[in-house]
């Protein structure tokens, strides 16, 4: 009777941890699911931002970024000529 005892507690313990490790499997399963999609975002985040450094890098773009810095000086000069005539006009309005 013992022996026969013994052995179902020796079935229902092994069903138990059958029961658990097939429980910890399909979360290792998810898991290993959840990585390989984030490792293929990370690999589509690392080709996007190669392409932005090509593009950033390229002869067009940084023409546009030339002439962008000419057009910023152009407009601070201007507009420094601005405020001259504009204190010129004041002191003719005066006399």
Known sequence: ???????QDMETVLKELTVLASGRLQKLKNLHEERTKMLGKMSNLQN???SVRCISSSQACLSLKDQLEKSKEAVFQYMALLEKLQVEKDSIVWK
Request: proline share 0%; charged share 70%; no cysteine.
């Open 48 to 50: 996007k931002s190669k």
């Open 1 to 7: 009777r013992d022996k026969q005892r013994d052995l």
